[in-house]
């Protein structure tokens, strides 16, 4: 039962934000104008990075006694998630608000990677646990 509770919520941090990044994001800025679509995604991002954190918090317990490399990768995530979160968003948005485009550009992409290594990881978890 431990271990089916441990894939189901690993899978869904995966499918959350594989959803977020490459769904809704796309989605908003394909049905709004940018100046629409760029301060909705600045206030469902806080969102976004608490159901990250708060999915990898519960696999990493649920992983703990079953698989420790599955439970320090998303200790991992979690970890980066806050970061990302409290660090890296803060500083995207002072970017935007001073219209520093290479600034932005930049911390964007380390944004994006970030997310990625998250998607990987999660995917690389969820692979450990169901064999």
Do not use: E, W
């Not at 806080?46 to 320090?72: E, K, N, R, W």
């Not at 930049?106 to 944004?111: A, D, E, N, Q």
Request: charged share 10%.
């Amino acid at each position: 039962m431990l271990s089916q509770a441990a894939i189901l919520v690993t899978a869904l941090l995966f499918g959350g934000m594989v959803l977020y990044s490459f769904g809704f994001a796309s989605f908003l800025f394909s049905a709004l104008p940018a100046d629409a679509a760029g301060p909705l995604l600045r206030r469902a991002f806080p969102h976004f990075y608490l159901f990250v954190i708060a999915c990898a918090l519960s696999g990493t317990a649920l992983t703990a006694t079953l698989d420790m490399p599955s439970a320090l990768i998303l200790g991992l995530i979690a970890l980066t998630a806050l970061l990302a979160r409290q660090v890296l968003m803060p500083a995207i948005n002072g970017a935007t608000d001073m219209g520093n485009r290479t600034r932005f550009k930049v911390l964007h992409t380390g944004s994006v990677l970030v997310t990625l290594a998250h998607i990987v990881g999660s995917s690389a978890a969820i692979l450990r646990l169901s064999t």
